[in-house]
């Protein structure tokens, strides 16, 4: 048997060829394990395991998760925040159920002096008013110096009446309530006077001062014939001028006189040209135990040119302060 024995150059020939095709192969092998694409990897077959930390760009991710991402919905890998931020899904918790009313606070203290409820029936009293006087609530007045401002409050009842010199001239103002005093028994006045603002102009021409008015029934009611009259008392003396004056206690005698109008007056012996005090006129037996009052008015009558103002008229146990939005009651 013959063996075929191949030349030792053809066989170092054929190695070397062998050996070039095998690195071609290697090569090949390495280049394509570089190029793999999304058709190599099967579809989730990757998870956040497989990922590198920061190595996927926020530009890299949907734009929904790239929202959810800021708005600090979600984690950078998609995932539910940790415990500490916002609660899975972004949900707000259930609003709770509404709680209980406070208590009601306690009532504020009165008022400085006591001040009461204003008092809706004071006014011109339109049928004693003769003339056109000015009889308005307003602020003030106020002066420098000692007594410079009203006593209660800030406000005051200004009046003023002119006087031509001729009785038809001459005008009435008169400022009272109506309704609250009605009935009242005359019996029972035991405290009366009131503070006025003066001028010199007013001192000037005499004993020049505003008054207060009862109209007054001399029996009670119901009123009858010839019963009627007005119960008024004058000061004795011109009050400081242009300031306010101190407390007119208009029950003293020094404070000055009353007298009643009419037919009355003439019967109880107690009227313009004989005026009486206060105690004297309480004690008159011709005035009915039943005398009963029907207004009560503070003013200035027909005799004199009159500027200024009143304030704090007390009736009894009521100080009336008159202030620019109304007239308020207050304690003595």
């Known amino acids: 048997m013959r063996f075929f024995k191949a030349p030792r150059a053809s066989m170092h020939r054929s190695i070397a060829l062998v050996c070039a095709t095998a690195v071609v192969v290697s090569a090949t092998t390495a280049t394509a394990a570089t190029l793999i694409t999304g058709k190599d990897v099967k ?124 009785a038809a001239g001459e005008e009435k103002a008169s400022f009272g309530n109506e309704v609250d005093f009605l009935d009242d028994l005359v019996s029972d006045l035991d405290q009366v006077g009131f503070r006025v603002y003066t001028t010199g102009e007013n001192s000037g021409s005499g004993n020049n001062m505003p008054n207060i008015v009862f109209e007054v029934d001399k029996n009670g009611p119901p009123l009858a014939a010839g019963d009627y009259s007005s119960l008024v008392f004058v000061p004795a003396a011109n009050s400081p001028s242009n300031q306010w004056s101190g407390y007119i206690d208009a029950t003293t005698d020094a404070a000055g006189d009353w007298y009643l109008t009419g037919a009355v007056g003439a019967a109880v012996g107690c009227n313009q040209a004989t005026p009486c005090d206060f105690d004297d006129l309480q004690a008159d037996p011709d005035l009915s135990d039943d005398a009963s009052i029907l207004t009560a008015a503070v003013g200035k009558g027909r005799d004199k040119a009159w500027q200024g103002a009143i304030d704090g008229l007390r009736i009894n146990n009521d100080v009336f302060d008159f202030e620019l939005f109304g007239v308020i009651t207050r304690a003595p």
């Open 43 to 166: 579809d989730k077959s990757l998870t956040g395991r497989d990922i590198k930390p920061g190595s996927v760009a926020l530009n890299r991710l949907s734009k929904g998760t790239q929202k959810q991402i800021k708005l600090g919905l979600t984690s950078p890998l998609g995932g539910p925040n940790t415990p500490g931020n916002q609660g899975e899904n972004g949900g707000q918790g259930p609003q709770g159920a509404p709680g209980q009313n406070g208590a009601n606070g306690s009532n504020g203290a009165n008022g400085a002096n006591g001040a009461a409820s204003v008092g809706p029936h004071w006014g011109p009293m339109a049928r004693n008013t003769i003339g056109s006087p000015v009889e308005e609530l307003r602020n003030g007045p106020f002066v420098p110096g000692a007594n410079g401002t009203p006593p209660f409050g800030d406000g005051s009842l200004g009046i003023e009446v002119a006087d031509d010199g001729t």
